[in-house]
């Protein structure tokens, strides 16, 4: 019988062989994603990641940060994996708006939450996911995003 702490983990390293390498035409990523497993959904950026908005401005999720990719409910995970897949690596983009959830503000400038749903959707469709996918992506955190937006309390927000 299988070790049942052994199952996620085999999932999840399966899941994060997608986002290894994502495409990036223009140069706007400063490296490639570097994370570590930390347990059950839960992973920790291993190096900073930068990322040039179509405006020109510099978001860097810093080293230390722990996400979860995507916020897909369990029951649509076989449909849409937390990090995405080969075809469609929205991953990436889940982990600059979890950090931007978290830290609000790009490049020091205060953001408000529509412009880090907005970036998560310009992220998806600049790595390659299709708009429509993206689209979608950009409405479930619009209609329920404003739950976690409104629950992290000021001094939770990271500096």
Known sequence: MKDFQEIPLKRAMQDIDSLKSFPDPDGRFSGPLQVNYVDGDQWMLAEDLSYRTEAGEICTARKGFIFDFASIPWWLG???PKTGDGKSPYGIGSLFHD???????????????IEADNLFYEINVYVGVSRWTAGRMRRAVRAFGWIPWNAR??????P
């Open 78 to 80: 076989w449909l849409y």
């Open 153 to 158: 309390k000021p001094e939770d927000i990271i």
């Open 99 to 113: 950090w931007l959830y978290c830290h609000r503000k790009i490049g020091g400038r205060p953001i408000k939450r």
